[in-house]
C-alpha cells in the first residue's frame, strides 16, 4: 500500500528510503511469530507507503525502496506492525519504530546502510520493543533512475554495527551483470553469463571474499591448524606451543564461524516461506520409509520447514525429533552392512563409498538419497552422525586428491607409496601398473593404465606410478556413485556456496564436533531450579566424568536428539527457536522415576535423588533403554 502525497517542490529534495530488513524483533505470542511489515510516513506530508507483509518470523527482509520528497523541517516516521494483530484495536500489533527528524536526515543520507534501534511510539507505552531495523537513505540524483540499490544483507551477521556501504564504495556491476526489480518493488540482480538470478549484490560477494583472502595470506605461514600440512588438532584445538599459536587458532576459528554465518544467511534466502518439509516414518523401517519419502520429492519441497514425526508418537517437532530421525537414519544408511559404504581400513572407521555397491540394483538411487540427506541436515542446521574419509571432502570440493591425503586413511600404504617416491627402486621392487583389490573375498587384478600388467615400475615412471595409485585408490569403482551422491547434496546445497571452505572445514560444517570437550560442556550449561553446588549437578558431572566417550555421546542423543557438537561448541547449541544452552532441570519428583529429556530444549528433568549411586543406575538406565517422543 502506498500514497505519494503531493509532490514537492521548492525546498524540497528528492530522497530514496531503502527498507532492508529488521532484526530481533520482540516475541509477544507465546504460541506463533509475527508476520511483520513496515510503515513509512512523511509526517505532514501525506506521503506514506507500507512495505510487503513477511510471515511468521522475528527477522523480517524486504529489501523495498521508496521515494519520498523531504522539506527542511520535515521528519520520517517508519514503524514496524504485526499484520495479524492490526485489525484487533487501535495500537494492536505494534512492534517498533524509528522517528528521523530532519537533522537525523541530514546526517544519515548518502552514507550507506545504517542499523538504527527501535523504540516505542510513546516513552509512557508499557509494551515491550526490541531490535534494529536496517535503513538508508541517498539522495535521488546520486543513484539515478533505476539506479541499483546496494543489497547489505550479506552483512547483517557480523556480531559488529553494520558496515556503511555505498554505491560509490562498490562501484559498477560486473561484467555481464544487470540490476532489475520486481513487482513490488524489490530489487535482484541477473547473471547472464550463467543464466542466473539473485537477491544477493554480487559486488558485496566480492569485497568478502576479497577480505577472507587477506585474512587467509595473513594466517598462510602458520595454517597448521586446518590446513593441508601437518597432523591433529582442531579447530581452535591443538596442544602445546606458545601463545601465538593459540591466537593463529583463535583467528581461524573465527574466520570459519564467519564463514559459516554467511552460509547460514544465504540458505536462509534459498527458504521458502511457507510451507513444511513433513516426513513421517516408523523406527522399525526407518531406512526404507525415508527412502521413499525424501526421493519422491522436489529439491525446493525438500527446502521448506523441517517436520519430523515418527509414528505411533505425538512428540511435536521443534528442532529435536529431526536430530534423533538423522541419527537414527545415519546408523541404518552409513551402515557398512548395507553395502553402501565401508571403512576405510579395518582398523580405521572413516567411511568411504564401497565400489562393490553395484551388487544393489538401485545403489545410485541410493546414492542419490544419501545425498540428499546430507544437504537436508545442513540446509537445515543439523549434523551427519558419520565420519567420511577426508579425501571424501575434497571430492566434494571438487579439489584434487594428493598423496599425504592417504596418510589419515591408510597409513600403510601412504608409507609404503613415499618410501618409493624417496628411494632409489633399481633392481629393489619388482612392480608393475598392475594392482590387486579384494572384492568379496577375490583377489581381483586391476591395470592403472592400458596394458598395466606389463609395464614394470622403474626410476623414472615411479611417480606416475604413484599418482596413478593414489586415484586408483580413492576412485577405483566409485565415479558413478559418488556422481549420484554428489547430485544430491547439490539439489540443497549449491557448489558455489562451498568455495570459501575447505575439506576440513566441510567435515565440521556435515558432522559437527565429534569428540566432546567436557570443560566446554560444564561452562555452557544452564541450571534450573539448581545451582552448582545442588548434590543432583555434582553427581551429574561426576557421573558423566566416570562415563566412556561413546557413552557421553549417547547421553548428548538423549538429551539434545544428537551425539554431535555445532562447531562453535555448546554455547551454539540449537533449541526450537535458535541457540538454546543444555539445561539441567531439578524437579519436584518421586525419586523412583528415570530422568526425562526435552529434545527440542536440550533440557533434562533430573529428580531429586538421595544419592550418587542411584543418580547414576537412573541416568544409565534413561540413556540406554528409552526411546520415543510424547506430547505433555
Not at 571452505?501 to 555452557?524: Q, Y
Amino acid at each position: 500500500m502506498s500514497n505519494p502525497g503531493t509532490r514537492r517542490n521548492g525546498s524540497s529534495i528528492k530522497i530514496r528510503l531503502t527498507v532492508l530488513c529488521a532484526k530481533n524483533l520482540a516475541k509477544k505470542d507465546f504460541f506463533r511469530l509475527p508476520d511483520p511489515f513496515a510503515k513509512v510516513v512523511v509526517d505532514g506530508s501525506g506521503q506514506c507507503h507500507s512495505t510487503d507483509t513477511v510471515k511468521s518470523t522475528l527477522d523480517p527482509k524486504w529489501n523495498q525502496h521508496y521515494d519520498l520528497y523531504i522539506g527542511k523541517t520535515d521528519s520520517i516516521t517508519i514503524s514496524i506492525w504485526n499484520h495479524k494483530k492490526i485489525h484487533k484495536r487501535q495500537g494492536a500489533g505494534f512492534l517498533g519504530c524509528i522517528r528521523l527528524l530532519s537533522n537525523a536526515i541530514s546526517r544519515l543520507k548518502d552514507t550507506g546502510y545504517q542499523r538504527l534501534d527501535l523504540c516505542k511510539l510513546n516513552p509512557s507505552d508499557s509494551d515491550a520493543v526490541r531490535g534494529q531495523i536496517v535503513v538508508s537513505l541517498q539522495t535521488r540524483d546520486r543513484i539515478g533512475s533505476g539506479g541499483p540499490v546496494v543489497d547489505c544483507r550479506g552483512l547483517l551477521e557480523n556480531d559488529g554495527d553494520l558496515a556503511s556501504v555505498s554505491c560509490e564504495e562498490l562501484g559498477p556491476l560486473p561484467v555481464g551483470w544487470e540490476v532489475r526489480s520486481t513487482v513490488s518493488g524489490r530489487i535482484y540482480f541477473v547473471d547472464h553469463n550463467n543464466r542466473t538470478t539473485q537477491f544477493t549484490d554480487p559486488r558485496l560477494h566480492t569485497i568478502i571474499s576479497q577480505q577472507s583472502q587477506v585474512k587467509e595470506s595473513s594466517q598462510a605461514p602458520q595454517m597448521d591448524v586446518g590446513g593441508e600440512e601437518g597432523g591433529g588438532g582442531g579447530v581452535g584445538g591443538g596442544g602445546g606451543g606458545g601463545g601465538g599459536d593459540g591466537d593463529v587458532a583463535a583467528r581461524y576459528e573465527r574466520d570459519l564461524v564467519h564463514k559459516l554465518k554467511l552460509l547460514r544467511h544465504e540458505l536462509s534466502l534459498q527458504q521458502p516461506q511457507a510451507g513444511h518439509c513433513r516426513i513421517e516414518v516408523s523406527r522399525e523401517e526407518i531406512f526404507e520409509e525415508s527412502y521413499r519419502q525424501i526421493m519422491k520429492m522436489r529439491p525446493k519441497d525438500l527446502k521448506k520447514r523441517l517436520m519430523v514425526k515418527f509414528r505411533g508418537e505425538e512428540g511435536l517437532d521443534y528442532g529435536g525429533v529431526a536430530r534423533e530421525w538423522l541419527y537414527l537414519l545415519c546408523h541404518e544408511m552409513l551402515n557398512p552392512y548395507y553395502g553402501l559404504f565401508q571403512y576405510s581400513t579395518d582398523n580405521i572407521y572413516t567411511l568411504q563409498i564401497n565400489p562393490d555397491s553395484s551388487i544393489n540394483p538401485d545403489h545410485l538411487s541410493y546414492f542419490h538419497f544419501v545425498g540428499r540427506v546430507m544437504g537436508l541436515a545442513v540446509f537445515h542446521g543439523h549434523y551427519i552422525n558419520g565420519s567420511f574419509t577426508l579425501p571424501f571432502y575434497k571430492q566434494l570440493l571438487g579439489k584434487p586428491i594428493q598423496l599425504n591425503d592417504l596418510e589419515t586413511t591408510d597409513p600403510e600404504l601412504h608409507k609404503s607409496l613415499v618410501w618409493i617416491l624417496e628411494n632409489d627402486i633399481t633392481s629393489v621392487l619388482d612392480h608393475t601398473f598392475c594392482v590387486e583389490h579384494n572384492a568379496f573375498g577375490k583377489f581381483l587384478q586391476h591395470e592403472l593404465k592400458p596394458n598395466g600388467r606389463n609395464i614394470p615400475v622403474t626410476e623414472e615412471n615411479k611417480k606416475e606410478y604413484v599418482r596413478l595409485y593414489v586415484n586408483w585408490r580413492f576412485m577405483r569403482g566409485i565415479e558413478a556413485q559418488f556422481l549420484a551422491l554428489q547430485k544430491g547434496f547439490s539439489e540443497l546445497i549449491p557448489q558455489h556456496l562451498l568455495k570459501p571452505f575447505d575439506h576440513k572445514e566441510l567435515e565440521l560444517i556435515i558432522g559437527g564436533l565429534g569428540k566432546i570437550d567436557l570443560a566446554d560442556w560444564k561452562t555452557n550449561t544452564r541450571l534450573k531450579h539448581c545451582t552448582s553446588e545442588s548434590n543432583v549437578v555434582r553427581w551429574f558431572w561426576q557421573a558423566v566424568e566416570a562415563f566412556s566417550e561413546e557413552r557421553r555421546g549417547r547421553l548428548l542423543q538423549f538429551v539434545t536428539g544428537s551425539t554431535r557438537v555445532p562447531l562453535q561448541g555448546f554455547k551454539a547449541l540449537q533449541g526450537s527457536a535458535g541457540p538454546r544452552l543444555f539445561t539441567i532441570h531439578l524437579i519436584d519428583a518421586n525419586t523412583d522415576n528415570l530422568p526425562k529429556a526435552h529434545t527440542c530444549f536440550n533440557r533434562i528433568d533430573i529428580p531429586p535423588y538421595e544419592s550418587y549411586e542411584k543418580l547414576y543406575e537412573k541416568l544409565l538406565t534413561a540413556v540406554e533403554e528409552t526411546c520415543g517422543f510424547a506430547v505433555e
